[in-house]
């Protein structure tokens, strides 16, 4: 069944249909209206890709750059909330390759995160461009900061981004189909006990009003962990208490409560970010590691 939402004059249909179907949502019989798959990409730091220059700093290998840049880094449109990242100039076209700068600290220069490895997989698989609407908030938890029912809280503001998104697209004669949304979140919740305890609910929740604003959308979860920032804990005798035994507890919580909705919720997927090589504060993964893990989204979304 499909969904429409008329938007902006033009309409919508979402979730994981075949562009053909979509032709009923347009009253240009000449048919010089496009279609085009989107997806969101959303979360904390690590979705944020705090870790992942765009520029390594040991190597000075430039991974927006040939050999590894494709045809997708410059046909995919990457949008995102001002916040964390420097926005480009007004009217500019953010290719996937548009650095994102830190407003916090320019000086560590550009990042990227897993939609870049995400985009370039996809392209790969099916050469047709997407539209990437990213959303990410470092030390945000799902039990607050992404907590829907918060008034004009993250949750709020990602989805009337998208909205936002679909609907000039729209005025531009260019109708959108949201295939997926990726989730990369909860070191925030692993690391308090209230919070892990809670996590299965709380990600029930999102996933159910991901679903009432957006559609039936394939939910993809990339799931956390913070198993090394424990290890180096436990090895440099600093855990917060005996052994680190909360943030073990609370980070099993969380891993449990992505796999139970794997396993309950229809259409949601996951990818194990545990053993991918992390930054130096060994919990943000590392360009290569970003760039890994969108790929791995990419397929198991697939896109």
């Known amino acids: 069944m499909i969904r429409r939402l008329v938007l902006g004059g033009g309409c ?20 010089s209206v496009t279609h085009r798959n989107l997806v969101v990409v959303a979360g904390q730091s690590n979705a944020m890709g705090i870790g992942s220059f765009a520029i390594d700093p040991v190597t000075g290998i430039n991974y927006l750059d040939p050999p590894y840049a494709t045809p997708a880094d410059t046909t995919d449109p990457l949008y995102w909330i001002v916040g964390w990242v420097k926005q480009p100039p007004a009217g500019s076209i953010n290719n996937l ?7 916090y600290n320019p000086a560590q220069g550009a990042h990227f995160g897993p939609e870049v490895g995400l985009a370039r997989q996809a392209y790969a698989d099916s050469p047709v461009p997407i539209t990437i609407v990213k959303s990410t908030w470092p030390d945000n938890s799902l039990a607050s900061g992404w907590n829907p029912s918060v ?9 009337a981004m998208v909205k936002s998104r679909i609907s000039t697209d729209s005025l531009n004669g260019q109708i959108d189909t949201i295939i997926g949304f990726y989730w990369y979140q909860g070191e925030s919740d692993a690391i308090s006990t209230a919070y892990s305890s809670s996590y299965r ?20 979860i990339a799931k956390e962990s913070i198993a090394e920032v424990i290890a180096s804990k436990q090895m440099a ?6 052994d680190c035994a909360i943030e073990v507890a ?3 919580a969380v891993r449990a409560a992505d796999d139970w909705a794997v396993a309950n919720r229809n259409d949601v997927r996951e990818v194990d970010s545990l053993g991918l090589p992390r930054w130096t504060d060994h919990m943000h993964l590392t360009n290569q ?3 890994t893990l969108g790929a791995l989204l990419a397929k198991a979304g697939g896109l």
């Open 12 to 31: 919508l249909a979402v979730g994981m249909l075949a562009v053909g179907l979509l032709a009923s949502c347009t009253s240009d019989p000449a048919g």
């Open 97 to 103: 390759d548009t650095p994102q700068v830190n407003v």
């Open 151 to 159: 008034p004009n809280g993250i949750y709020t503001k990602t989805i």
């Open 201 to 220: 609910v709380n990600l029930t929740n999102l996933i159910t009003h991901v679903r009432l604003d957006l559609g039936s959308v394939r939910f993809v």
């Open 237 to 242: 005798g600093i855990c917060p208490d005996p």
């Open 250 to 252: 609370g980070d099993k």
């Open 289 to 291: 590691s970003e760039l």
